[in-house]
């Protein structure tokens, strides 16, 4: 020990020093580092303001230390994204970026900084590290960022959606799944649940609005984020679209990408991604603190406002970059900040009804059983977002009940049951274009009624707003009373502005109609005629929400709604041959003449498929080709009619469904409804109306066939149509031919002049043409995703669409069924035309 002596200072142990001294050297260290964090901070925040972004605006809903989180993850983000974007030339690699420095400077955050070459890092090292340590950020999130980014800095084609969905975890899930750390203080959730495949789809949903904003500006960087099997499906070729894009000429852009390919049938399919993904964005709100709700709120809110853009018109991103004005950016600020406001945005409720935690790499397998029209919906919907999909059909052709049989006599292919659309059946006519049918429909907006006497009248819309439109058909409709008219015209003014309850929905109709004081006269000729043929069903077995749906989007909702749509060619061509080409270019393994004998789950949660050679007449005399062996599926969709499920699942597969056996029995309680086509050959032609629809008679439509114009043709062929035909003679087909002819001769002058004979006839009845509309038939409907949750859905008119048993409801079931399974693998899109 040194001498206290001699003018030497004396070392000091700082542990002897004065307590008063300790801690003000602490305090000092403390401050220091604080001044420091805050520097940090302070860096971050200006990034982040600099940005711009949509995203900085909501950071001011959080408390303070979760803004300041915010600001150090964005600028992480900003930095990283600057990082690959700073290259002159986007045909070369950035040959500054190296994305093995970034993650080995995330791995040392928490450490002192080290001499590298990521100096702008270093501002926000400190505030970057005090934000994951005090909420948990996991670090791997940090390195997926990275990695995203890097992917950016290498303009590669993207092959499959799966690797675009790669891709968008990266850049976006992972910055969601970072910031659900900061606004809840559950934290980040768990890998497989449903919060984080809600936070996965959310980040999904921003990025493909990004991708779609900005396909200019990253073409000029030669980029393209549309995965390269979509763009060939639509007959684009990557390159040369990256090309057309880049041209400065704003209208030739679009003029030169439009000759490519389908642009809108692209976009349409990646809006229907980017929808979905919004769709289950919506249930983060629930598992975030109240704070981190209102940011997640103006976020959601910003974005899907500009994705709306680009959804109403696919080329707004050629002529420049979609984005919110000043005052749309002020009115979601101020409604976000203001409490009340808030709280009375109530966004809608996701459209999937089951949670699911299951994930499944690459492309799902999904089988599609039921070759009708909702299972030809589903496979095409399944097979266009990526899933190999398998649809199989017992029969030898597809098309279900929509079919046709030729008769041997005149070769003729014959629709067993004349169908027609409506133009408020829109799922109807997206599958007609879909399909390339759109020749082959005749819209005819003009109604062809013959009156119970036979006085001929048409009805068309009247030049008025809807639903005024058609009050023409109410003053023009014979064989009714001043008292008949002012009667149903109040009721259909009260039935407009009801709005349906539970209740009002299951009430009778002829219950109601006698509460609304209609005259029997006014029943049998105006009302029952119109829901008689447009429901399948008795007056007295229907139900007043089937009523609703039929008279006011039927009729009144649009002055367009009711305009017919009439097949101009034979079901058979119309909806199976058209339906086997479209399903071929899109690569879904159609197998027919086979049927499903049953259904068996794995204990890992997939399904296989037992298959029996189907022994109709029709599969005897095709050659079927051999079916392979088919593989597992991750998803299953029954398309088939309801009475044919407790044939397909077997009694162990029901009792392994939550509440299979009693849900089974319940859908089994579902009546059916017969409809009956009267298909009639006469020697002379004598009927020169379009379609005819017959007041209160026992023929209600009658129908020329497809192509009946030769007045010179030895035969002429008429099909009647009789819905609800549980009253006439069963079994005895010549009976009913007696009626009809009678009836047709009561009704239409022009048959007896014309000298015509009914040369021959066929009566074909469906006894379970349609189900019925009765007391409790809601009740039994089942909605698509009943056994969702073990990959189990179903599809069929029968089932809960909120829609009669129509066309529109089995496609409109399809599309519904498509939306719960591409949720359930992982591959989340709205393809339904409307919820």
């Known amino acids: 020990m040194e001498p206290a002596c001699g003018g030497h200072q004396v070392s000091e142990n700082p542990a002897r020093r004065p307590c008063c001294f300790r801690n003000a050297e602490v305090q000092w260290v403390e401050n220091q580092s604080m001044i420091q964090l805050d520097a940090s901070y302070a860096a971050c925040q200006q990034i982040a303001q600099a940005s711009g972004s949509n995203f900085y605006r909501a950071f001011d809903f959080l408390r303070l230390d979760r803004r300041r989180a915010m600001t150090a993850l964005y600028a992480f983000s900003r930095l990283a994204d600057d990082a690959t974007d700073g290259d002159s030339d986007p045909r070369a690699p950035d040959q500054r970026w190296q994305a093995e420095d970034w993650l080995e400077w995330i791995d040392g955050l928490d450490q002192n900084p080290s001499p590298n070459r990521l100096e702008p890092l270093e501002a926000i090292r400190l505030a970057l590290a005090d934000s994951v340590e005090r909420f948990a950020i996991p670090k791997e999130l940090l390195k997926q960022i990275v990695l995203g980014v890097d992917q950016d800095s290498r303009p590669e084609s993207i092959e499959h959606y799966g690797q675009l969905q790669s891709y968008m975890y990266r850049v976006a899930s992972a910055v969601g799944l970072s910031c659900m750390a900061i606004w809840s203080t559950k934290g980040v959730p768990l890998a497989g649940t449903s919060e984080h495949r809600m936070a996965v789809d959310c980040g999904h949903a921003f990025q493909l609005t990004n991708i779609l904003r900005d396909l200019v500006e990253d073409a ?12 060939v499906r639509f007959g684009f070729h990557r390159d040369s679209l990256i090309e057309a894009l880049r041209g400065s000429d704003v209208a030739r852009r679009g003029q030169g990408v439009e000759k490519l390919g389908d642009w809108k049938g692209l976009m349409r399919l990646y809006c229907q991604r980017a929808e979905g993904c919004y769709d289950q964005a919506r249930g983060l709100v629930s598992h975030l603190d109240a704070d981190g709700q209102r940011m997640f709120a103006m976020i959601w809110q910003t974005y899907h406002q500009i994705f709306k853009q680009i959804q109403d018109d696919p080329s707004s991103p050629l002529v420049g970059r979609p984005s919110l004005g000043l005052p749309q950016k002020i009115k979601l600020y101020v409604s976000h900040a203001f409490t009340p406001w808030f709280r009375s945005l109530r966004a809608p409720e996701p459209r999937t009804t089951f949670r699911s935690d299951a994930m499944w790499e690459g492309a799902p397998r999904v089988a599609v ?8 919906q589903t496979a095409m919907h399944l097979a266009k977002h990526g899933c190999e999909t398998w649809l199989i059909e017992s029969r030898s052709r597809l098309g279900g009940r929509v079919g046709s049989f030729t008769d041997p006599q005149s070769g003729q292919a014959i629709d067993y049951c004349q169908h027609v659309g409506m133009r408020c059946c829109g799922e109807l006519i997206r599958f007609i274009e879909d399909t ?13 009624f013959r009156s119970r006497a036979g006085r001929p009248f048409q009805a068309a819309a009247w030049p008025l707003p809807a639903p005024f439109h058609l009050s023409g058909l109410l003053l023009k409709w014979p064989d009714l009373s001043p008292v008949d008219r002012i009667a149903i015209a109040s009721a259909l003014g009260k039935l407009i502005r009801t709005r349906p309850t539970r209740d009002f929905e299951r009430q009778m109709a002829l219950e109601w109609l006698k509460a609304q004081r209609q005259p029997r006269n006014a029943i049998d000729s105006f009302w029952s005629t119109i829901l008689v043929s447009a429901l399948g069903e008795q007056l007295p077995r229907i139900t007043m929400g089937s009523v609703h749906k039929v008279m006011i989007d039927g009729f009144a909702a649009t002055k367009d709604a009711y305009h017919l ?3 101009q060619r034979s079901l058979s061509e119309l909806i199976d041959q058209a339906a086997r080409e479209s399903l071929a270019k899109i690569g879904v393994g159609l197998v027919v003449g086979q049927a499903v004998e049953g259904l068996r789950r794995s204990g890992s949660g997939t399904w296989s498929l037992g298959l029996k050679t189907k022994s109709d007449s029709a599969s005897k005399l095709l050659a079927l080709p051999e079916i392979p062996a088919l593989p597992e599926f991750q998803a299953v969709v029954l398309a088939v009619p309801w009475h044919r499920l407790g044939v397909i699942l077997s009694d162990a597969t029901i009792g392994s469904l939550p509440d299979g056996a009693k849900t089974l029995r319940d859908v089994q309680s579902l009546e059916s409804a017969p409809i009956t086509g009267v298909h009639t050959w006469w020697s002379k032609k004598w009927f020169n109306d379009p379609h005819a629809i017959l007041v209160d008679r026992l023929c209600q439509w009658v129908f020329p066939g497809p192509g009946e114009s030769d007045p010179n043709a030895s035969e002429h062929y008429y099909q009647i149509v009789i819905s609800g035909s549980r009253d006439l003679p069963k079994g005895d087909p010549e009976a009913v031919l007696r009626s009809v002819e009678a009836d047709l001769r ?8 014309s000298g015509a004979k009914l040369l021959r006839g066929k009566v074909v009845t469906d006894p379970q043409s349609v189900f019925s509309v009765s007391r409790g038939h809601d009740e039994s409907r089942l909605e698509t995703a009943t056994f969702g949750a073990q990959g189990l859905f179903l599809a069929g008119d029968w089932t809960a669409t909120g829609w009669p048993a129509t066309m529109e409801g089995a496609l409109r079931s399809g599309s519904l069924a498509a939306n719960q399974v591409l949720h359930y693998v992982g591959r989340a899109a709205e393809v339904s035309v409307d919820r």
């Open 369 to 376: 059983v039921g070759g009708g029209l909702a299972g030809i």
């Open 565 to 567: 749509l009439v097949p």
């Open 220 to 231: 000029q960087r030669g980029r393209m984020y549309l995965a390269q099997e979509d763009l």
């Open 436 to 448: 390339g049918q759109r020749d082959q429909w005749h819209e005819q907006s003009t109604l062809w």
């Open 746 to 753: 009561e009704v239409f002058p022009e048959l007896g002049n």
